[in-house]
Structures are given as structure tokens and as C-alpha cells.
């Protein structure tokens, strides 16, 4: 069974940075595409950034282009997302996600980020 533990959100500034990592088991997870999808309040899932199997390829939202960036690492099956310049638009309970990133079950718990002064 896929596992999926979301750490390192928090309560941060405007401008500030984050990390947020994403500890992955149950699966091969070499072999996945892999998301950061968040969900603000009384908002539905909105997917935030895709990194493929091998990570030579990324994708983002335009919310968050140029601000975020995603990255994993194989050998210790991890997820990441570096987080700068955060607005208060970016708060939201933050998840990693195996793709297909909408199917039940595919992923964490999720990290609560708060962008606030």
C-alpha cells in the first residue's frame, strides 16, 4: 500500500520560503510521475506542480511558475517543493501526490501552509 508523509509546512511571512518534503513507501517510487497538489479553505484540489519518474522533466501552475520548484530524489524516495516568495493566495493544506494525482488514496495527509503577517 502507498504511503505518503507530507512535512515542513508552517506559518510564514509574506516573501518568505519554505520547503516541504515528502516522504514516499509502499510503491516503486522511481518509476512515478509524482505532484504537489494544495487545497485552500472551502476551495477544491488545485494541482500545483509535476515532476516526472526520472525528474529531468517539470511542470508548474502559472500561480506558481518561477516561484516554486519541485525535485525528488530517487535513491531516498523523497519529494520536494521549494517554496519562495510566498503570497498570502499560496495558504492551503499542501499534498504530494503519486499521479494519477486525483484518484482516491493516491495521496498524503498534507502540510498546512500559512502565508500571513
Known amino acids: 500500500e502507498a504511503q505518503l508523509v507530507e512535512s515542513g509546512g508552517g506559518l510564514v511571512q509574506p516573501g518568505g520560503s519554505l520547503r516541504l518534503s515528502c516522504a514516499a513507501s509502499?510503491?516503486?517510487?522511481?518509476?512515478?510521475?509524482m505532484n504537489w497538489v494544495r487545497q485552500a479553505p472551502g476551495k477544491g484540489l488545485e494541482w500545483v506542480a509535476l515532476?516526472?519518474?526520472?525528474?529531468?522533466?517539470?511542470l508548474y501552475s502559472d500561480s506558481v511558475k518561477g516561484r516554486f520548484t519541485i525535485s525528488r530524489d530517487n535513491a531516498k524516495n523523497m519529494l520536494y517543493l521549494d517554496m519562495n516568495d510566498l503570497k498570502t493566495e499560496d495558504t492551503a493544506m499542501y499534498y504530494c501526490?503519486?499521479?494519477?494525482?486525483?484518484?482516491?488514496?493516491?495521496r498524503g495527509q498534507g502540510t498546512q501552509v500559512t502565508v500571513s503577517t
Open positions: 515532476i516526472f519518474s526520472t525528474g529531468d522533466t517539470t
Open positions: 501526490a503519486k499521479d494519477p494525482w486525483r484518484q482516491e488514496g493516491n
Open positions: 509502499g510503491f516503486p517510487f522511481s518509476t512515478y510521475s
